[in-house]
């Protein structure tokens, strides 16, 4: 039975070199840069070529998503999250462009028990992107959102989604890179269904389960991920 290690937000720390298990499938839930602490360019890209290297040597049991701070220096993409590197913008994105083969999208589903993304996947964000999507089996919403992201980046971005006076990403539309908690909770796609979402993106200070969704983005506090074992 295959076991799943999902890891949080990276943001330059190395400690995920401490967490990932030859033994299991590793999910990085992305967000790989714009550090918390100060760093040098050449240690963030330094620590990102290590994860590419990583996943080059073990293919089959490494699986690289993006978040937020990674979409906004992708290609075409005019939006920038808090901590945005403009003086190495560029850097960033040749980093991003060269390694796109070997990123899985922004969804990975773990069977039908679990899905995976940087934020979260709300019922109106999908009712506006994928209303014709009538399966939302986690093996299918995985499919859907990949493809949609590979031809509508902007139905991922920030400002597409945001409402009047939402600084931060409350807002019941945004996308799995973008909602935060509170609108999670409140419009998660499986709610009342036996189905867990795992994300990122806002910060906990050990992963935290409440029910329905497990929080990973714990890595500013503890070196710790999450399991998740296929019976």
């Not at 590197?85 to 679990?114: M, Q, T």
């Not at 973008?178 to 609108?183: A, E, G, H, L």
Request: with cysteine.
């Amino acid at each position: 039975m295959p076991t799943y290690n999902i890891i949080g937000d990276i943001h330059g720390r190395t400690s995920w070199k401490d967490l990932v298990d030859e033994t299991c499938i590793n999910i990085l839930v992305g967000d790989y840069f714009d550090p918390y602490q100060p760093m040098t360019i050449f240690d963030l890209k330094r620590n990102f070529l290590a994860i590419v290297e990583y996943k080059k040597a073990r293919p089959d049991n490494v699986v690289l998503l993006y978040g937020n701070h990674d979409y906004e220096y992708l290609p075409n993409v005019n939006e920038q999250s808090s901590r945005y590197n403009g003086l190495y913008a560029k850097s960033i994105r040749d980093l991003l462009v060269d390694a796109a083969p070997l990123f899985h999208g922004v969804a990975y589903a773990i069977g039908e028990k679990c899905l995976v993304t940087h934020a979260g996947v709300t019922r109106p964000w999908k009712d506006k992107y994928l209303p014709n999507v009538s399966d939302i089996s986690p093996t299918n919403m995985a499919k859907a959102i990949n493809t949609l992201w590979e031809t509508d980046k902007p139905a991922f971005g920030f400002r597409y989604n945001a409402e009047m006076f939402d600084f931060y990403g409350e807002s019941p539309q945004h996308s799995p890179i973008w909602v935060r908690p509170q609108m999670l909770g409140q419009y998660n796609l499986y709610r009342r269904t036996d189905v867990i979402q795992i994300v990122g993106h806002s910060q906990v200070k050990n992963n935290t389960d409440s029910g329905d969704v497990v929080f990973v983005d714990c890595l500013g506090y503890v070196v710790k991920s999450k399991r998740v074992t296929m019976e």
